[in-house]
Structures are given as C-alpha cells and as structure tokens.
C-alpha cells in the first residue's frame, strides 16, 4: 500500500525537520530489528495478540533507546494496526528525506559493471541535468538488456540499452 506508506512518512517526516539524520538512523535500526527478529515481527503483526500487549512490549524494549517521536510513531502504527507496513513506510521516509534535502536517487542499468569513472561521470551529467545537490547510484548488472545502459530517476526511464531499441523497432514494424 504506498498511499498508507507514503502518507505515514510524510507526517515523520513533517514531525522530525529540526532532527531528520537521527530519526532516519533510529527508523533504520527498528527496520532493521523488525526485518531480522521473526519472532518480534510474528507478535507486532499477530492479529491474535491484543494491541495493548503489543504496545506494551514495544514501551518497555524501545523506552530510552528510541526517541519519543519514534517510540510515539511506532505505538500509532501497532494502534492503527500498519505495523506490517514498517519497511515500506521506511523506504518512503528515506525518499522523502532525500528529495527534500535535494538528493537524486539514480539506478544505472548495464549488461557489464561500469568503471568508477563512467559511474563518476553518469553522476555529474545527472545532477546538473536535475540541478541536484548530490546523487545516490544504485547500480545493476543486467546481462538480458544486451549492452548499452538504462538509467531510472523516479519515475523516468532514459533507455539507450540495445534491447530498448530492438523493442522500439519490433514495435515500429509491427505497427
């Protein structure tokens, strides 16, 4: 549900702008700790379990190693019963950071690894491009799209990759 996801992060979001860097460490670690403890993560999504349980055993694991405003924002989610929704709502709040401090998220596709220098220079093109202030690079190996690249920014897609322009002319022809 990216809507209910998205929503919850903004609201972090708009809560933690005197202090983002640490809430965003806090939120990692919880995300962390939900994503790797299968027992913690089967009692906070267990419908069987009381929300007052729940809500117990995270005051009393979480209370002084939290901040208020993620030990109250954890106590909303597991009351609004979103618990389940903990990584994403992370995802959407690291974006959400990041546009806000003007930080390009970028995914290069290629067939082969690229050097540094390539990777350098794919970087410095984009952020001037979106006149960002710095570029997060994700980069992916992906041997089906031939050679060439493929570069995703939100929800652009650039595609100089050789399947991306056979696709094109298959397209094209059988029009």
Do not use: C, H, W
Not at 29 to 39: A, G, K, R, T, W
Not at 97 to 120: C, F, H, V, W, Y
Request: aromatic share 8%; no cysteine; hydrophobic share 45%.
């Amino acid at each position: 549900m990216p809507l209910v996801e998205k929503r919850y992060a903004q609201a972090l979001l708009e809560l933690s702008l005197d202090d983002i860097g640490s809430v965003r460490q806090e939120f990692e670690q919880l995300v962390e700790i939900f994503n790797s403890d299968m027992q913690f993560r089967s009692f906070l999504t267990d419908p069987r379990v009381k929300l007052d349980k729940k809500q117990g055993l995270v005051r009393n694991v979480f209370y002084g190693e939290l901040s208020s405003k993620m030990l109250n924002f954890m106590l909303l989610l597991i009351a609004k019963q979103r618990v389940v929704e903990l990584p994403g709502i992370f995802e959407q709040f690291v974006r959400l950071a990041d546009q806000r401090a003007n930080i390009l998220d970028m995914k290069i596709i290629t067939a082969a690894p690229l050097e540094e220098s390539q990777t350098g220079s794919l970087k410095e093109k984009f952020r001037k491009k979106y006149n960002a202030s710095a570029v997060k690079v994700t980069e992916v190996v992906d041997p089906s799209i031939i050679g060439g690249i493929k570069v995703i920014i939100g929800d652009k897609v650039y595609d100089g990759s050789i399947k991306g322009r056979i696709e094109s002319l298959t397209e094209l022809v059988t029009m």
